[in-house]
């Protein structure tokens, strides 16, 4: 082989890497570019209940916060249907790039995946956790036209009147409540499924259901406004907004916790970069005086968690949920 030849050859290899270079740079540019000018249009929260329950209230308060402090927009997007299914896939399918995120409660993330079968995703491989939006306890409410104050005397009116007691439910959770309760306390309530809270709520005000679990945040307007009755908290702890109202312990059932939770997630893969900024700009948010003031109102709790934190939450909460519903013979 000739000096020459041998000179063009090396220059061709030359030329040839530097192309291959470039095309590499040049296909990585535009994911850079999104991560270092997000958000530069408005941000869509998937929320995969009807609007007016928990999960609604609680992304609209999120959304209204952290407007100011990204620059954009939270457009609030509701996909009810099928316990929350359709919203959390919908956000699972979306494109990983921050602007459509999707908020995840216990029944979507913790339950569905093990008793749905159209619940077909993993949430730990689909989903990314990014920040927990609020913490509140669930609450089991009746109707007022029952006369019942206690769970005591809930568990003695469905022994008196077999068959006649039902169940509001339009949730995974709310679902496992009532079948933990049946299995610690024998009480027997014919489930009835709703499309979302608001719904069921006016079923139980107007007689026509006897009953429901629900996270606090929703139930405590209907409580305040005297149209339905408390009458045992799901929860170790008493809640300072009903201090009247027994725990679950103090009503004798031992060994049964159900709460509530709403935690920020986007589709696997969007940058962490954009996590990372998801996460500063939440805590930020739910940390303003109008936020706090409207959580205490509603009895939600903030826990200040980081990206590492609130992975943890999901995971271990995954784990006990698990283990209820193959206590409870739910699986699917």
Known sequence: MTTSTLALRRGALTLAAASALVTATLALAPASASANDYPNKPITAVVPFGAGGGTDTQTR???????????????????????GVIGTKQGIAAEPDGYTVVMGVASTITINPFTNPAADYSPMDDLQPVAQIGYTPYVMVVANDLGIKTLPELIEYGQE???ELTYAGWT???EMARKGLEVKTGLKMTPVPYKGMVEAMTDIIAGRASGTIVDLASALPFIRSGD?????MTGPDK???????QTIDEAGVKDYFIDSWVTLFVPKGTPMEIVEYLNAKTREALQTKAVQDRYEELAIEFRDYDVAQTEDFIQRQINGWKTLIDETGSGK
């Open 61 to 83: 308060l999120w959304g209204e916060a952290m407007a100011p402090l990204i620059g954009e927009r939270i457009i609030v997007e509701n996909v009810a249907g099928a316990a």
């Open 161 to 163: 009147h077999e068959g």
């Open 172 to 174: 995974g959770v709310g």
């Open 228 to 232: 339905v009755t408390p009458i045992v």
């Open 239 to 245: 809640s300072p907004a009903l201090p009247d109202v």
